[in-house]
């Protein structure tokens, strides 16, 4: 595969600063993106369940400036660690608490990120980058816009499923990471197409 393969193990900011060490995929693939950071640098986190393992997993970088559209992420860096932290306002959707409406929308005209990291909920070779909600995929249609690197993560069932609200071409990102169960015969189409893919 292009870029090749990650395998590592989980590990989790627990309670004030100690470790859990977990196989969970959700926090392998924090873990794998985290990894990807360095300190310093401006990250975008969009909502979901694998942003927010992400965002546990930052807690162990430190001087990150990361701005979110999620209320949980925002919640979480807000309380458990000392990085800056933005918001980009607007209406809370669903139940990850994403942003979204105007005042996200315009918000985003005016940030800029060395990484670009988005939970999505389908993405396939032939279907593109796709997402459940309407307004989410209009807000991460801005996002592909505004980072460095662009890193979708993706649950390694949701490889190769088309969702209902079409966001870009797979070339529109940079990397896409999942969990090691994902399917070998779509992760192989993806590399095909020139992704860079990371197993966690």
């Not at 590592?8 to 470790?19: D, K, L, T, Y």
């Not at 995929?25 to 990894?35: K, L, T």
């Not at 209406?91 to 990484?115: F, W």
Request: negative net charge; charged residues 20%; hydrophobic residues 45%.
């Amino acid at each position: 595969m292009h870029g090749g393969a990650v395998a590592v193990q989980g590990v989790e900011a627990g309670p004030e600063g100690s470790s859990i060490v977990s196989d969970a995929p959700e926090v392998r693939i924090g873990r794998s993106v985290a990894d990807i950071v360095r300190d310093g640098e401006t990250i975008f986190l969009g909502p979901g369940e694998l942003t927010l393992a992400v965002a546990r997993s930052l807690a162990f970088h430190s001087r990150l400036t990361i701005v979110t559209s999620g209320l949980k992420v925002a919640h979480w860096v807000a309380t458990h660690t000392p990085h800056t932290l933005i918001v980009t306002g607007g209406q809370a959707e669903g139940r990850d608490l994403g942003l979204v409406g105007q005042l996200a929308r315009a918000a985003l005209t005016s940030l800029r990120a060395d990484h670009v990291i988005l939970e999505l909920g389908g993405i396939s070779a032939v279907g593109g980058l796709t997402d459940d909600s309407l307004s989410q995929a209009e807000i991460a249609r801005m996002l592909l816009e505004i980072g460095s690197q662009v890193v979708i993560l993706v649950p390694a069932g949701r490889v190769g499923r088309e969702a209902a609200a079409y966001i870009g071409p797979t070339s529109d990102a940079d990397v896409v990471v999942t969990a090691r169960e994902a399917p070998s015969a779509f992760l192989w189409d993806l590399s095909e197409s020139g992704m860079r893919i990371v197993l966690a």
